[in-house]
């Protein structure tokens, strides 16, 4: 079986269509619509439960966007498809949190209204203003524009359009992506240094290039973004939903390529220079993370979620839904400025039932079954094997073994990966490499039934997993130093079983924590 991507689907959910003009005679055919639409989707076997995922409807894209923490509360857009005068609009959500994984829906953050320049909301973010006001920066869909919005409501519900839009237009030799002349109006990221008293704009494309303002009216073209750093990049990639902010005593560039998928830059910006000193990447072929968009909260900490891409089978039964988010994830600087990347403690909460083993012995090229079962759970894993064979977990195991996830650690190759070749029983399992568009690289291959990411312990140290299942997600955090994202779909229902496993060297399990994770969605 070869997984591809769904189509890009936008249904017309009778709510949205008929809730222009609505009469009283309308309401309960909204309500029974609304109430059948809900029980269709929590049919699905494979939506998450305590992934944040699109309330209604099929969300393509579905990037986070606009993430901020204001007044006690964490804000978080992402971009959905609104059935308006005929036509889907690409429209900003808004759903609102006070501990980052209960989620209340607020109106729209951003959408459209009849005169406004651009025809649909892209990717941008938020930022404060010199006055403290809280703005987001965004590309308008179909003007070849970034505008600006700004809210002054403490519940940030109310978002006006900025009087000075647009604030960058593509210049009218450009194409969309940025293919000729100097730069284009794409994707941007805008924010107030105080320090230099201006502000600056990131707006993405072929060619990122960076500009400055004192008034967010007038904007002068400071040059390429990337100037002597794009020997980090292939030729094919683009630089798209960038956000850009302080991360210990650097400076980091999160971003996409519509190819490979999220990836960052960490360095120092000074004198209008963006000094690239590490490149890293937060996926790989065949991975599912994509473009992350960060909040910087009340305790300091660099938080991120990335749209978690599907790659559901064609013939898979549609339950009227699409669009997941990654759990939300910390990001640090450690020891000589490597990424950190952690799940929140507030993850703690929605633990429930815990199953607890110790000092687990699997003989060499054996696996051993663990007590806990289940589809949403988290299992946090420490573990020592010999230095000359992979070795790890395997979940969503059936009985029979005729369905498995494998994720293993390999100590002469240096990796960390998910094989998902018999993630779904009538297999082979294959998902493309790329993420959104067919890379332009000789030797990238076209399809993978394995997600590798680079990942090496030191000396001495123990292999320490936290990893989330989700019905149809993994998340898989390995030693605070990396995390890789992968979607896969189970179709046995009991292929719940956990299994740890070694190579040609014995396995010592020192500890497994298994808990079951509490629904947080509620709709």
Request: contains cysteine.
């Amino acid at each position: 079986m070869k997984l591809l991507f769904m189509p890009l689907l936008f249904l017309a959910v009778a709510f949205f269509s008929a809730a222009q003009d609505t009469t009283k005679k309308d309401i309960p055919a909204l309500i029974n619509n609304a109430r059948d639409l809900r029980a269709l989707m929590q049919l699905d076997p494979h939506r998450p439960i305590y992934h944040f995922v699109a309330p209604e409807g099929h969300a393509m894209p579905f990037d986070p966007n606009g993430a901020i923490y204001w007044k006690g509360k964490y804000h978080l857009g992402y971009i959905y498809q609104k059935y308006r005068a005929g036509k889907y609009e690409h429209v900003w959500g808004h759903a609102v949190s006070t501990d980052l994984f209960h989620w209340t829906l607020y109106p729209d953050m951003l959408n459209i209204q009849d005169g406004d320049l651009e025809q649909g909301i892209f990717s941008g973010g938020t930022f404060l203003s010199k006055e403290g006001i809280p703005h987001i920066m965004y590309h308008g869909q179909g003007a070849n524009a970034n505008m600006v919005a700004y809210s002054k409501d403490d519940d940030l519900k109310a978002w006006k359009k900025f009087e000075g839009n647009p604030v960058l237009k593509t210049p009218a030799s450009d194409d969309p992506f940025g293919n000729s002349g100097k730069y284009t109006a794409w994707d941007p990221e805008g924010w107030y240094d105080q320090k230099a008293g201006c502000y600056y704009q990131i707006s993405g494309g072929k060619k990122p290039a960076l500009f400055k303002s004192k008034d967010m009216y007038a904007w002068e073209h400071i040059g390429p973004l990337l100037a002597g750093n794009k020997k980090y990049l292939y030729e094919s990639e683009d630089v798209s939903c960038p956000d850009f902010f302080s991360i210990g005593n650097k400076s980091m560039l999160l971003f996409i390529s519509h190819n490979i998928g999220a990836q960052y830059f960490t360095g120092t910006f000074a004198n209008d220079h963006f000094s690239i000193e590490r490149h890293g990447r937060m996926n790989w072929p065949g991975g599912t993370f994509f473009a992350p968009e960060q909040l910087k909260d009340d305790k300091g900490r660099n938080i991120i979620w990335g749209w978690v891409l599907e790659r559901k089978p064609k013939h898979f039964k549609d339950y009227g839904w699409s669009g997941i988010m990654s759990l939300p994830r910390v990001l640090s600087l450690g020891k000589n400025n490597t990424l950190q990347i952690l799940p929140p403690k507030e993850v703690e909460a929605i633990r429930t039932d815990e199953v607890k083993e110790e000092n687990i012995i699997v003989p060499a090229g054996a696996e051993k079954e663990l007590r806990a079962k289940g589809t949403s759970l988290e299992i946090k894993l420490e573990m020592n094997g010999g230095p000359g064979h992979p070795y790890g977990v395997k979940v969503f195991c059936s009985p029979d073994g005729k369905e498995e996830t494998v994720i293993s650690y390999d100590p002469v190759k240096k990796n960390i990966s998910i094989n998902f070749i018999k993630s779904s029983v009538d297999g082979p399992v294959t998902m493309p490499a790329s993420a959104i568009f067919p890379p332009q690289m000789d030797g990238f291959p076209e399809n993978v039934s394995e997600q590798t990411a680079p990942f090496a312990l030191e000396a001495g140290e123990p292999l320490q997993l936290d990893i989330f299942i989700d019905r149809s997600v993994i998340e898989v955090f390995a030693n605070g130093r990396q995390c890789i994202t992968q979607v896969v779909y189970p179709q046995l229902e009991n292929s719940t079983r956990i299994k740890v496993f070694s190579g040609g060297e014995k396995l010592m399990v020192k500890k497994a924590q298994v808990f079951t994770m509490a629904a947080t969605n509620a709709y």
